[in-house]
């Protein structure tokens, strides 16, 4: 038996199982004919010619056949391999880490993500790759990050710029530019919180987006970037921006962390209702035991494991401080 690099499942044989292929692969077998050393060569030589932002190095790929493929044009694929740079601690669990945060957020608490996986270079290290799903019959579908959509750029907002708001103030953008926003604003909630509760303290404003949809009308993008940045980074903010513009609740004034308080009055503010608010934070209580299952199946190392699911129980403690 062995462990699926999309799913997480165990399968008989193989690297992927035929679901993940077909989602990810077009039901191919992939093959990354690329070295490790090889990725830092293409990605310099392609630096002005790849469309895709972000510090972390990644490349364009797409599929030939069933060889994966490094392109300039009509990439079908994201490749983002553990970073070179250092980080304080557990590097090599990066590419990891970020795919069992996206999985458990697809798979357990259904939250639409971008198809992902991990994939092995030629000399065997992995690597984090995703689909990209700003295509739609080759076609490139309109897709607006929440900088792009507010106006916010290095030269309006200095080098910061990304983190330069609240999340209370990105929910008007869904308000402002999303037909159905009430259902919006519960999806943009439960990703805000998913963030909160799996440590992840770089959601930023370029890791929200609005896609167009084949109606001509705005929704949120499937998530992308879910990563529990506090295992690399223990000593960074909790969040990535502040949850209130220009507010604090007692909670916060006497713990200075974010909790159950807290979460309730952004709930209030985006107009969910107090019931449908609960239900959400509950639901990250009650599906302890699955997310503990895929931590344990995930490719991390025994060490970020135990890290990972520490994070997790902590910042459940956290949310949940006033329903125990």
Do not use: W
């Amino acid at each position: 038996m062995s462990v699926c690099m999309g799913c997480l499942k165990q399968i008989e044989n193989g690297t992927y199982c035929n679901v993940c292929l077909r989602k990810m692969f077009k039901g191919k077998s992939p093959t990354l004919d690329l070295k490790r050393s090889e990725f830092q060569i293409i990605r310099y030589q392609k630096i002005d010619h790849f469309s895709i932002s972000g510090v972390q190095d990644k490349i364009s790929l797409k599929l030939s056949g069933k060889n994966l493929i490094p392109t300039t044009s009509e990439g079908e694929y994201i490749l983002k391999p553990i970073p070179e740079s250092q980080v304080p601690q557990l590097q090599n669990d990066i590419s990891a880490n970020e795919h069992l945060t996206m999985q458990i957020a697809k798979q357990i608490f259904k939250i639409q993500t971008a198809e992902n996986a991990l994939i092995d270079f030629a000399d065997n290290e992995s690597a984090y790759i995703t689909r990209r799903f700003d295509r739609r019959e080759g076609q490139k579908i309109r897709q607006e990050d929440f900088c792009q959509i507010g106006g916010i750029s290095p030269e309006t907002d200095g080098p910061n710029f990304k983190y330069e708001t609240s999340y209370e103030e990105i929910g008007k953008i869904v308000f402002d530019h999303c037909a159905a926003a009430k259902i919006e604003i519960e999806k943009l909630y439960k990703l805000i919180l998913f963030n909160y509760i799996f440590g992840n303290g770089d959601a930023h404003l370029k890791n929200f987006s609005l896609i167009e949809t084949i109606n001509g009308d705005f929704v949120l993008s499937p998530a992308y970037d879910l990563l529990n940045t506090n295992i690399h980074f223990p000593n960074e903010s909790r969040m990535a921006l502040d949850l209130f513009k220009d507010f604090e609740t007692e909670h916060y004034k006497i713990n200075a962390f974010y909790g159950f308080e807290d979460f309730m009055k952004l709930g209030e503010i985006y107009g969910i209702k107090s019931t449908r608010v609960k239900k959400m934070i509950l639901e990250f209580s009650a599906k302890r035991e699955k997310v503990e299952k895929l931590i344990s199946q995930s490719f991390l190392s025994p060490k970020c494991k135990e890290k990972y699911l520490g994070i997790y129980l902590d910042r459940l403690q956290a949310i949940t401080d006033k329903l125990q």
